[in-house]
């Protein structure tokens, strides 16, 4: 064993340019092939990753979150937004979800109504938490609890509006109850840091400071401390609402299903253990469905190519493989000569495919990362501002150790093959070699077959996305390997045709 060792190691110091050229060649395609495998995968979740949030970013503030309401009687206000809270944090466990709430009163009659206008002007009194953080005074300041009349704080466009300043007193009659009446005074204007924020969940109130309709203009809203709000505003209740901002950065691909079902089962879970009062409005659930859709038509059209790509890999790999054993028939030949055995023969081609392989497979991965990155600086992603992510994880590793495993089998089959005899080489140059295997029992025209039958099953469906019986969308692997067995098929058709062309 050891002379044997010795004498291939004395042929490789003999290696011709022509060897380490093929050599170089076969390692260039393992490495491609290892990269292409796992650029798929890093590149199917970062762009479904990509599209997830960008579908999440651009939905309307009132669609992409949720909003819980209902008339709260003041007195249980703070039970039940402790109780809200808990089952919020329990639902959206795994991205979390913030919570803020707001209370709106029933409108009040401004004074100073022009009798015969045929319109009424109103105004709503709320309370915001942390209305301070996401909006500034350009007037005064933010209201507080003290006795006398009600302090309030007025949108810029809602003060210039009805012609308010800081230090009016306004006096307002409730519509609900006539024999309850206020007094508020102006202390502060303000106006939002990003009327856009999805703080301001796209209330034209707030941006505009007055709503009209045939009959009524509101203007508003006047922001009370919430304490002040609750115990003299609220006559005896208010119209509450708790916006409820999930965390979508923190949200997975693998997690769509779950916040479906948990935005689905809410509007019930907050019923039973709130409050039957309550009830929840969002489009989220249709919004994630829809996502969820299109991500895997993205994934699909991926997952096509990148095995349409590995099959020319290897086929590539097969042909260099080929050369490889072609251009080192008679040193093995020469081996055999000197008592090598076959499986001798094939453990050096194992040991030089596992020292191609294995750095392929351990650089492969982070090269096709590096590589998806410059889709972030060019091409029809930076054209439409998708910013990719790419990220090394574990599936990319496999599949790449799948690659390399495959190339070193590629590798040590035909050298397997390959290793006979001295003199039964020197026989077989001077006949023409008989049919493969393949060709003997028919596996080629089987191959043909069924890729016909792929492509009817393809043009049949018109996507390689079908429904299982329970009415479920999935890839179907057979439509998926469709294009990959047409280029199969293609290649040996080209081998059968082309010996009857040349005769």
Known sequence: MVAIFAAARGLVVKRTRADWL???AASLIILLATTLLSAGMIYAGAVSQSGLQRTLTDAAVP??????????????????????????AAAF?????????????????????????????????????????????????????ADGPVQVAVSRSAASQRGLSVGDEVALQSRRDPTFRI??????????????????????????????????????????DERTFLSRVAHPDAQVRWHIFPRFAALQIDEIDALQSTVTGLNQRLRDSVSPQLSVETSLDDILAHAERSLLVARTGVLILTVQLAVLAGYALLLTAG??????RVETALLRSRGA??????????????????????IGPWL??????????????????????????LPAYLLAAIAGLACIV???????????SFVSTRQSSGRQEARGIAQRVGLDLALLVVAAIGFWQLRHYGGTITASVQGQLGLDPFLVAAPALGLLAGAVLALRLIPLLAQ
């Open 22 to 24: 093929i050599v170089a």
């Open 63 to 88: 669609a992409a979150n949720l909003e819980v309401s209902g008339r709260i009687d003041a007195k249980q206000l703070d039970q039940m937004d402790g109780r809200l809270r808990d089952e919020v």
């Open 93 to 145: 466990g795994s991205t979390g979800a913030g919570v803020l709430r707001e209370a709106e009163s029933d409108s009040f009659g401004l004074p100073n109504q022009v009798r015969g206008a045929g319109i009424t002007d109103l105004a709503v009194l709320a309370s915001f938490q942390q209305i301070a953080e996401h909006a500034r005074t350009v007037q005064g300041s933010w209201p507080v609890a």
């Open 183 to 224: 007094v508020v005074r102006v202390v502060g204007i303000f106006e939002p840091n990003d009327p856009n924020e999805a703080y301001w969940w796209d209330s034209p109130l707030l941006r505009d400071g007055l709503t009209e309709s045939a009959a009524y203009r509101t203007y508003g809203p006047f922001v009370a």
């Open 323 to 328: 050369l490889l054993i072609e251009q080192r």
């Open 341 to 362: 055995s076959t499986a001798q023969v094939a453990s050096l081609a194992l040991m030089e495919g596992v020292l191609l392989a294995v750095p392929a497979v351990l």
């Open 368 to 393: 096709a990362a590096a590589s998806l990155g410059v889709l972030n600086a060019a091409g029809p992603l930076a054209a439409i501002s998708l910013k990719l992510e790419p990220q090394v994880t």
């Open 410 to 420: 590629a590798l040590v089959v035909p050298a397997f093959s390959a290793a006979r």
